[in-house]
């Protein structure tokens, strides 16, 4: 599966954004998705993931209450709308597929992966 992410940019603190994250190629609803994201210097950081159907999701503690992931079968999307954002949350943001029948929450566990796009928050 081939996966390219969108809709960073840059914006104030407290502002929002949605990115997407289009995949292409075998089955979307065989993929677990995930949200991660890396700040310079930092080590690539779990943000969320969902389950194939899209009933579980999971956030890290940092952004839990804030961000929010869904998907669009339908469409072969997945997307990550971020309200309330800190300048702690800048970062390139990267999306990943699994063909695992659970969520995962390690980098180390998703196959796939988008090539990034980058969230600046200014404060």
């Known amino acids: 599966v081939q996966l390219q992410a969108s809709g960073g940019g840059l914006v104030q603190a407290g502002g929002s954004l949605r990115l997407s994250c289009a995949a292409s190629?075998?089955?979307?609803?065989?993929?677990?998705m995930g949200w991660f994201r890396q700040a310079p210097g930092k080590e690539r950081e779990f943000v969320s993931t969902?389950?194939?159907?899209?009933?579980?999701?999971y956030y890290a503690d940092s952004v839990k209450g804030r961000f929010t992931i869904s998907r669009d079968n339908a469409k072969n999307t997945v997307y990550l709308q971020m309200n309330s954002l800190k300048p702690e949350d800048t970062a390139v943001y990267y999306c990943?597929?699994?063909?695992?029948?659970?969520?995962?929450?390690?980098?180390?566990?998703?196959?796939?992966w988008g090539q990034g796009t980058l969230v600046t928050v200014s404060s």
């Open positions: 990943a597929a699994d063909p695992a029948r659970r969520t995962r929450d390690s980098p180390a566990d998703y196959d796939y």
């Open positions: 190629g075998r089955a979307f609803s065989n993929y677990i």
């Open positions: 969902i389950n194939r159907s899209g009933v579980t999701r």
